[in-house]
């Protein structure tokens, strides 16, 4: 045979509440990651601002649409943890 089956135990309301804990510990490591990303994405910016490459309102405008889309993947991983959530806690 090339099947190989694996039994697992129904999950009761204790590992349950566990993973959601895990679940959620993951989701602020990766909103942390997503902060980091725009901080180094301002400080290039910054950097093209300092050489003369660009001017201030492109600063600006960068800085905004970083933050738009730092704001955009913190709720989307809001909404994922949720439906994660309700997926785990039902029965």
Same mark, same amino acid.
């Given at each position: 045979?090339?099947?190989?089956? %694996? +039994?697992?135990?129904?999950? +009761? /309301? ?12 993951? *989701?602020?490591? *990766? ?5 980091? =990303?725009?901080?180094? *994405? +301002?400080?290039?910016?910054?950097? %093209?601002?300092?050489?003369?490459? =660009?001017?201030?309102? /492109?600063?600006?405008?960068? /800085?905004?649409?970083? !933050?738009?889309?730092?704001? !955009?993947? #913190?709720? /989307?991983?809001?909404? %994922? =943890? #949720? ?9």
């Amino acid at each position: 045979g090339k099947v190989i089956r %694996l +039994n697992f135990p129904e999950l +009761n /309301e204790e590992r349950r509440k566990e993973l959601v804990k895990d679940i959620r510990k993951m *989701a602020e490591e *990766a909103k942390v990651a997503i902060r980091s =990303i725009r901080r180094d *994405a +301002n400080e290039k910016i910054k950097a %093209l601002k300092k050489d003369g490459h =660009i001017s201030e309102d /492109e600063v600006k405008k960068g /800085e905004d649409a970083v !933050q738009k889309k730092t704001d !955009q993947y #913190v709720k /989307e991983i809001d909404s %994922l =943890i #949720v439906a994660k959530e309700k997926e785990i806690m039902s029965i």
